[in-house]
């Protein structure tokens, strides 16, 4: 089971960290992603990391002001978001499929899928 926590409000500019930790179980070797939902729009990608951390993927939106890690000690994956802007506001869904290396940016690629975390900014 996958659960996202520490979403929020936040003013345009600003950062925040939202975060997702694997409950009864490790997933292990298993890529981990992000992905959001805005009202009245589809899912889309957001990023992603392998199970080694060596190798990420961004959207083009979130490129150079996301950055996506991961502690497997701690069964965590992590999204650090700064200089956010109105139009990242969504509802943020971490996401873990079984490609250790490979972090493709297709929904139905991965199996498993948190509950999901709000993140609201102001202009």
């Known amino acids: 089971q996958l659960q996202a926590y520490g979403g929020g409000l936040v003013q345009a500019g600003g950062s925040l960290r939202i975060s997702c930790v694997a409950c009864?179980?490790?997933?292990?070797?298993?890529?981990m992603g992000w992905f959001r939902q805005a009202p009245g729009k589809e899912r889309e990608f957001v990023a992603a990391v392998s199970w080694y951390g060596d190798t990420t993927n961004y959207a083009d939106s979130v490129k150079g002001r996301f950055i996506v890690s991961r502690d497997n000690t701690k069964n965590t994956v992590y999204l650090q978001m700064n200089n956010l802007k109105p139009e990242d506001t969504a509802v943020y869904y971490c996401?873990?499929?079984?490609?250790?290396?490979?972090?493709?940016?297709?929904?139905?690629?991965?199996?498993?899928w948190g509950q999901g975390t709000l993140v609201t900014v102001s202009s």
């Open positions: 009864g179980g490790t997933f292990k070797m298993y890529s």
């Open positions: 996401a873990a499929g079984p490609f250790t290396r490979a972090t493709p940016d297709v929904e139905n690629e991965y199996d498993y």
